[in-house]
Every structure is written in structure tokens, then in C-alpha cells.
Nanobody, 122 residues
Framework: QVLLVESGGGLVQAGGSLRLSCAAA????????MGWFRQAPGKEREFVAT????????YYADSVKGRFTISRDNAKNTVYLQINSLKPEDTAVYYC???????????????WGQGTQVNVSS
């Protein structure tokens, strides 16, 4: 059984930073692409970032380019999302997901974590 557990969310002022983590279990982590998505109240879940199996390829949503960095540590079965220069519009529940390819659509990901809340105050 695949289990993804996010952590690191919280309340931060605009301009601040957070580092989200997602620990994976029950999966051959190095064989899977990993992604981060987010969902704000009343909105659909949207793509944030994804990273390929070996971490060579990384893709970002236009809205987060230059501010967010996705990385992974295959030895620790963990994927990270470093979030800098936070804006109030970044407020959302952030989800990590495991998929077969580093893609930007939710359908490419078979397993999802429970999410971690990020709140950015202005």
C-alpha cells in the first residue's frame, strides 16, 4: 500500500518561506515521478511542480516559477517543495502525488497524500 504524508505547512506572512516535505512508503520511490499540486477554497486542484524519477527534469506552473523549487532525496524516500516569496494567493492545501511520469495533469498521478495547509497573510 502506497502512503504519502505531507508536512511543513503553516501560517506565514507574505514574503516568507516554507519547506514542504512528502515522505513516501510502500513504493519504489526512485522509480516514480513525484508532483506537487494545490487546491484553494472553491477552486479546482492545480498543478504546482513535478520532478522526474532521478530528479533530472523539473517542471513548474508559470505562477510559481522562480519562487518554488521541487527536489527529492531518493535515499530518504522524500520529495520537497521549497516555497519562497510567498503571496496571499499561494494559500491552499498542498498535496504531493506519485505518478508514472513528470506531468502536469492530475490523471498522471495514481496516489495522493492527505495534504498540508499553507496560509499566507498579507
Amino acid at each position: 500500500q502506497v502512503l504519502l504524508v505531507e508536512s511543513g505547512g503553516g501560517l506565514v506572512q507574505a514574503g516568507g518561506s516554507l519547506r514542504l516535505s512528502c515522505a513516501a512508503a510502500g513504493v519504489t520511490f526512485r522509480s516514480e515521478a513525484m508532483g506537487w499540486f494545490r487546491q484553494a477554497p472553491g477552486k479546482e486542484r492545480e498543478f504546482v511542480a513535478t520532478i522526474s524519477r532521478a530528479g533530472v527534469s523539473r517542471y513548474y506552473a508559470d505562477s510559481v516559477k522562480g519562487r518554488f523549487t521541487i527536489s527529492r532525496d531518493n535515499a530518504k524516500n522524500t520529495v520537497y517543495l521549497q516555497i519562497n516569496s510567498l503571496k496571499p494567493e499561494d494559500t491552499a492545501v498542498y498535496y504531493c502525488a506519485q505518478g508514472t511520469s513528470a506531468a502536469g495533469d492530475t490523471q498522471s498521478y495514481a496516489y495522493w497524500g492527505q495534504g498540508t495547509q499553507v496560509n499566507v497573510s498579507s
